[in-house]
């Protein structure tokens, strides 16, 4: 694998933070790569780490270990390169719009605005894209909006106000930090159809976040799987699915939500002990939760090893060994 090969490589990326409990790593020698047009879904329960490491990756907190964004290591890059990288090159669209969109500017110059900042673009020659761009987004009679104020839409309308901001400078990579989340589930299959019919138009790279790997399923390439701010399983969708050789991965599997299930369930048959990063159990992360485990797995950390499939990796020492088709 070499940078040049891929539009993003991540190696080894760590965050330290320090917090009230003392140090914690809730990114922990992450290592993945993504190509052009493709999407990768970073998926893993609560505080696993999704949104750190976008945030690592788009140089928003400090990080150990190196990234190469479209053949440039972004380490060697200064404050104003990687800002120009953030608003132009690499579209960020969040769980909660109303906290990205800007409560007392109207829609039409927060499409604007980086348009004019990245691109140049004078006030009247960014109004001419914002119609189209609104109208891309799916927002219906996109003329009588652009005057709207945030709170003044739906949230659905809300979270396409973003994507199209998101979006305004034609971005090489989306990052969609659980964009759907806090919409319905029939605005959410909307969203989605958005971002994979605009993904195919433009050729652009998405890393999709979220909790739950039945928004995936249908959506991402690849998947990652985090835990405790690793990356424990990792392979093409078709084949997670397949293999899921982690008893984590199955868990998330066996949480995704299904039409009778009451709101907000945990993680089915997992005791409910999310990890404190401040006092990480020796071994296996996963070991104090997990139904298979061993002596062996309290004292050794399994490595993110590849399968005899090169494109699969997990980390392991009893995987799940009867492979079920889940789809
Ligand atoms: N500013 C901060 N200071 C200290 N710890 C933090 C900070 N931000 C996040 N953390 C910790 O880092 C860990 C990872 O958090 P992160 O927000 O990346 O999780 P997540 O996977 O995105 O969760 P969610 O699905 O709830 O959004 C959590 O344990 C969290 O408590
Ligand atoms: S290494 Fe052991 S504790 Fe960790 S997930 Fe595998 S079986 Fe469970
Ligand atoms: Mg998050």
Redesign the pocket.
């Given at each position: 694998m070499t940078a040049c090969d891929h539009l993003l490589v991540v190696e080894d990326l760590t965050v330290h933070?320090q917090?009230e409990q003392g140090p914690?790593r809730?990114?922990d020698a992450v290592s993945f790569s993504l190509e052009t047009g493709t999407t990768l879904a970073i998926v893993?329960?609560?505080?696993?780490?999704?949104?750190?490491?976008?945030?690592a990756i788009l140089g928003l907190v400090t990080a150990n270990g190196n990234i190469h964004f479209d053949g440039r290591d972004t380490g060697r890059l200064s404050a104003s390169e990687m800002n120009r990288i953030r608003g132009r090159d690499i579209g960020v669209v969040l769980?909660d719009p109303l906290s990205s969109l800007n409560p007392v500017m109207t829609v039409a110059d927060q499409i604007i605005e980086p348009m004019r900042i990245h691109l140049g673009l004078s006030q009247w020659e960014g109004m001419s894209r914002v119609l189209s761009l609104l109208h891309s987004v799916g927002i219906p009679r996109p003329e009588e909006r652009l005057t709207c104020y945030p709170h003044q839409l739906s949230g659905g309308m809300r979270q396409r106000v973003a994507i199209a901001i998101a979006l305004a400078c034609e971005p090489k990579l989306l990052i969609a930090?659980?964009p759907t989340t806090a919409l319905d589930v029939t605005i959410q299959a909307e969203i989605l159809a958005l971002l994979a019919r605009i993904q195919r138009e433009r050729n652009m790279a998405i890393i999709l976040?979220s909790?739950d790997l039945g928004v995936v399923a249908g959506f991402a390439d690849n998947v990652a799987v985090?835990y405790a701010?690793r990356i424990v399983e990792q392979a093409s969708t078709a084949l997670l699915f397949k293999e899921m050789r982690m008893p984590y991965t199955r868990a998330l599997f066996d949480a995704i939500p299904r039409i009778e299930d009451p709101p907000h369930r945990r993680l089915p048959n997992i005791p409910d002990l999310?990890?404190n990063?401040a006092a990480l159990p020796p071994g296996c992360r996963f070991a104090p939760r997990c139904p298979r485990a061993g002596e062996r797995c309290r004292k050794e950390e399994p490595p993110l090893a590849c399968d005899e499939n090169a494109n699969y990796r997990y980390a392991c020492w009893f995987p799940c060994e009867q492979p079920e088709a889940r789809l």
């Open positions: 933070l917090t914690i809730p990114v893993g329960e609560s505080g696993s780490g999704k949104s750190m490491l976008c945030r769980q930090d659980e976040v909790h985090m701010g999310p990890p990063f």
